[in-house]
């Protein structure tokens, strides 16, 4: 294995140590603020500190943060690798300073997001981050299965990555809304992404095995995938 094959590891590495822990984490806060929130109904007090709700919001931070990181060295490794192998630089050097710039602003939307208070500017950085990390998909080397797009690790982890930098947008709407609307967007919305976080595993295993190492590239890819052939060695 080369060094290059080690740098495309760092993307399911980091989603297993950090992404799926940190998931187990926040799905067992959840339901422990939701069994407080219900017993302090049905009987007026519960056993379960209040503490488990702000610790629910801190894992949570942590978690979107995480999903969006992740998603963003996903994408950067493959268009990175495209830029240095196809030389984009000397061929359209304007492309590569404007994916630059959409890396360093994506980031520092998502940095904004977390200090932002007014729903306003919420919604503007949830927007510019949204954005910066559809535009970074689009870009050349970012391998999208779009003929399978229900099945592709790309969608899948996009629309998971959108749903946390929407729900931090919206944790403030949460407490403040009585009628409680916000807070079942927001449980609808996660019940999803934890779907989507099982696709994710799922389908990045199946990616593992089917890219090959570096050295290996030129002989597997003159092979046919529609017939499930390849030439002699």
């Not at 940190?22 to 219900?38: C, E, H, S």
């Not at 690798?81 to 890396?103: A, T």
């Not at 689009?138 to 899948?156: A, K, L, P």
């Amino acid at each position: 294995m080369q060094f290059k094959d080690f740098l495309a590891l760092l993307h399911p590495i980091l989603a297993i140590v950090i992404v799926f822990p940190m998931l187990g984490i926040v799905l067992n806060m959840a339901w422990k603020t939701m069994q407080r929130r219900q017993q302090i109904a049905l009987e007026g007090k519960s056993k379960i500190p209040p503490i488990v709700g702000q610790d629910h919001v801190k894992s949570g931070k942590v978690l979107s943060g995480s999903v969006v990181g992740l998603t963003l060295l996903g994408l950067g490794y493959a268009i990175f690798e495209h830029i240095l192998s196809q030389q984009i630089w000397s061929k359209n050097p304007f492309q590569v300073i404007f994916i630059v710039l959409m890396f360093g602003a994506t980031i520092a939307s998502l940095v904004m997001l977390y200090r932002a208070k007014p729903a306003l500017w919420r919604g503007i950085f949830a927007t510019l981050t949204g954005a910066g990390l559809v535009i970074l998909g689009t870009q050349d080397g970012v391998f999208r299965r779009t003929n399978e797009w229900y099945w592709s690790h790309y969608y899948i982890g996009m629309a998971a990555a959108l749903i946390m930098v929407f729900s931090l947008a919206i944790i403030q709407n949460i407490y403040q809304d009585r009628s409680n609307r916000w807070r079942t967007i927001h449980v609808v919305l996660n019940m999803i992404a934890v779907l989507l976080f099982i696709g994710q595993g799922m389908t990045g295993t199946r990616d593992l095995l089917e890219i090959p190492l570096n050295w290996q590239k030129p002989y597997i890819y003159s092979c046919d995938f529609v017939n499930n052939t390849c030439p002699k060695p």
